[in-house]
């Protein structure tokens, strides 16, 4: 087989084209899973009871299972279920007609809800429960030194963690095709399947990744610059970063 | 037989032919196989046990040498005709009835049958069945010269022709319509579906379903269907549950598997059968898509899909997978 | 919906466990090549030559980079193509756990030059150093004393890789592997996709439980590798698990 240049060099700026949704899904489904990894994370640090439980046997699923099989479920099985809900309810909802795009904003965001509550929670392990009273000493509500003092504090430690976590659900998304959602690899897929040079498609799609990445990883790096002015201490063996 | 050992021999006989035809690497990695599955079953536990028997025909593969000569045959389109050629066929294992792999590891369905018949005709030429379950994966595979042939009910696209070559002779028939909810029933055109703004369930990029589609949308611009590309290989069945259960309003459909799946007391989708209607529209020829540049083992399966057709067998083993004859249905399409 | 029956959801997880087989072969060939191209890359990235440093930071970014999915194709159809001619014909001769293999290999390869150096450099200057003080050569203290203690330090990343491995080579049913996911997959296209559903139960009922034991295999090496650390060692291994988590997610 010949490899063809020529169509490369015209679909990388057709395929480069989704990039928008590719990143639409990374973001809105990073701010799916940011708080409410915080709030799991919460709640295990807490140890709630009742809630912990249920929130680690889901971390445990949702971590002991393929991400394509999680798609699969979300995609053909929650459609049924809200269906059969807003039936019941007897509202005129039709979920049918709910963009598709929702699905994956869910499914994509399961893996990272997990992994953001577990390093946001070693997070908050590693801030010194005197850093929480010396807020309250000097006047804050309990409220206001966890927000202003203890949860930045957490942040720096997860912050290599939640850098990672992002680039992970940026490769994520090159499954969301299965959900009918067009980003770049379905992209790659359609005009590499209306001429059937698939295999030239994915080099496109190779290339792309690397510099969404790549710009990615430099913009996680500045964020994680600015951020680790909230650093105290020796509480960062979280850095052991890989790669 | 339970169906549980059925799949383990099954698994026997799958693993002893992936053992065979890499001879090169056997001995290693039957090796390195042994001793993964060992440590596996180890790190294992409880859950061992089934993996048993695949652990043993790995290790008993390496001692069969016979079929030494067999994979030697790669691809060299320059050989003598008088060389048996094996050529490599790719195809999904889990088509009923066009092609699958059935419980005791051999392939079959109609187009399995067909080459099986022209295989036979062609001395100069060994088919080898290949299992590959990704309709892109399989159609890369064949440009980039891995597979010789790919089998995927393939209908005629501009695309499919320019970069592979179709042979002459159709090799089988698969008259299309819609699926509609009984209440749509009168729905039956693309134009009708496009004009009453019917949403499609998503269509798989590049296949032949959605060529039907893209090519009505070429040639009515003013008035297209709507529909969203998606990716896995089951849309095209998990439409009929779609359109059933109201999650899209149609979906373009093979009659040959309408009736089979839907129509038939004992087919997969049967419980849909009250809710849905479908009527064939839309006559399709499909073909056996061969890699570009084996213009004579095309030339030669066309001239021996002609001879079929000509006396009727195609017709005859298309009657027997299908419950119906299929080329009958498209030739009255066609007027 | 589908209809969800007992008895399909069985036949799926009989029908598809034994393909762990083939998920364990290839976790544990790509671990083994992997780990030895990453140790290979934690070389070149400790060079002295500049040229070397930027060969294994390149590899590790161009890898880290890449999502699977696209990994597996550009292996399976690119690398015969690549190498061209007999090799190449060659190459289209092997069966797909081969390919699968060579893309998990490389996946490895760059996440584990980072868990190498990591673990390495948890383990005290002077431990080498006693070592050679007693008289070892240099391999002699490398195999008795550093590496014991690495491995030890890299247990975690070594059972946080193998689920992740697992995982994701469910992938791979996309160029034909029948590991657990694409014998699901298959069986359940032989029966037209109508009980999909029931598949996915039996999948989660596969790969769930699967996790959870080689989560606690894996706690459990760790734990029996660390004799001087068993009796202060942390009361709530949670915490442990979520120092691993950090580097998993390459």
Request: hydrophobic residues 45%; charged residues 20%.
């Amino acid at each position: 087989m010949q490899i063809d240049y020529e169509f490369i060099r015209r679909a990388l700026p057709d395929i480069a084209r989704y990039i928008p949704v590719t990143l639409k899904l990374v973001v809105v489904s990073f701010l799916i899973s940011f708080p409410i990894g915080a709030l799991f994370a919460w709640i295990n640090y807490k140890k709630v009871k009742g809630l912990s439980q249920v929130v680690k046997a889901y971390m445990s699923l949702i971590r002991g299972t393929p991400v394509v099989l999680q798609i699969y479920v979300i995609y053909n099985v929650t459609p049924y279920i809200l269906a059969s809900i807003f039936e019941k309810m007897g509202s005129e909802i039709n979920v049918y007609r709910l963009d598709t795009t929702w699905y994956a904003y869910l499914a994509l965001s399961l893996s990272s809800t997990v992994t953001i509550a577990e390093a946001l929670r070693a997070g908050l392990e590693t801030v010194n429960k005197g850093q929480f009273e010396a807020g309250l000493s000097v006047g804050l509500s309990a409220k206001q030194a966890l927000w202003h003092i203890v949860f930045p504090q957490a942040l720096t430690t997860a912050m290599p963690v939640i850098g990672n976590v992002t680039v992970e659900l940026t490769k994520a998304t090159s499954l969301a095709f299965i959900m009918a959602v067009t980003e770049i690899t379905g992209r790659a897929k359609i005009i590499g399947g209306s001429v059937l040079r698939y295999f030239e498609a994915y080099i496109c799609v190779f290339i792309l990744y690397i510099l969404i990445i790549a710009v990615l990883e430099q913009l996680l790096k500045l964020l994680e610059r600015k951020i680790s002015v909230y650093r105290t201490g020796k509480h960062n063996y979280m850095s052991v970063k890989a790669i | 037989m339970t169906r549980r050992s059925n799949v383990q021999i099954y698994f026997m006989v799958r693993e002893e032919k992936i053992m065979k035809k890499t001879l090169l690497t056997k001995r290693t990695l039957g090796t390195v196989l042994t001793l993964g599955l060992t440590l596996g079953l180890t790190a294992c536990g409880s859950s061992s046990s089934a993996s048993v028997p695949a652990a043993k025909t790995e290790t008993a593969a390496p001692s069969d040498d016979s079929t030494a000569s067999d994979s030697t045959a790669v691809s060299d389109s320059t050989e003598a005709s008088d060389d048996v050629r094996s050529i490599k066929i790719v195809g999904k294992s889990s088509e009923y009835p066009l092609e699958f792999i059935d419980d005791n590891g051999e392939w079959d369905g109609y187009e399995i049958e067909v080459l099986r018949l022209i295989d036979d005709a062609l001395p100069q030429y060994e088919f080898e069945y290949v299992e590959g379950n990704d309709q892109t994966s399989n159609y890369t595979g064949v440009s980039t010269g891995k597979y010789q042939v790919v089998l995927s009910n393939a209908f005629y696209t501009d695309e499919r022709a320019a970069n592979y070559n179709l042979p002459a002779n159709q090799s089988g028939a698969s008259p299309l319509g819609l699926i509609q909810r009984t209440e749509n029933a009168d729905i039956t055109s693309l134009e009708q579906a496009a004009d009453a703004g019917q949403i499609f369930s998503p269509s798989l990029a590049g296949d032949g379903l959605t060529y039907q589609l893209e090519e009505y949308n070429r040639q009515n611009p003013d008035n297209p269907v709507q529909f969203e590309y998606s990716d896995p290989n089951s849309l095209w069945t998990d439409a009929i549950a779609f359109v059933a259960e109201g999650r899209y309003d149609t979906t373009i459909f093979p009659a040959t598997y309408y009736e089979q799946l839907v129509t038939a007391e004992d087919g997969s989708y049967h419980q849909y059968a009250d809710k849905l209607s479908f009527k064939a529209t839309i006559p399709c020829p499909t073909y056996f898509v061969i890699a570009k540049d084996e213009t004579e083992l095309s030339d030669a399966i066309s001239e021996q899909l002609g001879i079929l057709r000509e006396n009727g067998t195609l017709e005859e083993v298309a009657t027997k997978w299908y419950g119906f004859n299929p080329f009958d249905l498209d030739a009255e399409l066609e007027k | 919906m589908q209809k969800i029956t007992i008895e399909k959801i069985i036949y799926y997880y009989k029908g598809s466990l034994p393909a762990l087989g083939t998920t364990f072969a290839y976790v544990i060939i790509s671990m083994i090549i992997g780990t030895l191209i990453g140790s290979l890359i934690y070389r070149l990235k400790n060079s002295k030559y500049r040229i070397f440093r930027l060969i294994a930071s390149l590899y590790v970014t161009v890898v880290r980079c890449t999502p699977s999915l696209v990994m597996l194709f550009l292996v399976f159809y690119g690398l015969p193509v690549l190498a061209g001619g007999e090799v190449g014909a060659w190459m289209e001769e092997l069966p797909t756990l081969v390919f699968v293999c060579i893309t998990f290999s490389i996946f490895i390869g760059a996440s584990s030059s980072e868990v190498i150096r990591a673990a390495l450099s948890a383990v005290p200057k002077g431990q080498a150093e006693a070592g050679l003080s007693v008289g070892m050569s240099n391999a002699q203290s490398f195999v008795h004393i550093l590496l014991p203690q690495m491995l030890r330090n890299a247990m975690p990343n070594i059972g946080n890789t193998v689920i992740l491995l697992i995982k994701e080579g469910a992938l791979a049913y996309t160029i034909g592997l029948r590991d657990v996911m694409g014998q699901a997959y298959y069986l359940s296209g032989r029966e037209m996709n109508a009980y999909a559903v029931s598949m996915y139960i039996a999948l989660t009922l596969i790969y769930w439980p699967l996790t959870i034991i080689l989560e606690r295999l894996f706690a459990y090496i760790e734990h029996a590798l660390t004799p001087w650390e068993r009796k202060n060692r942390h009361k709530n291994n949670d915490d442990d698990s979520m120092r691993k988590r950090v580097v998993y997610a390459d």
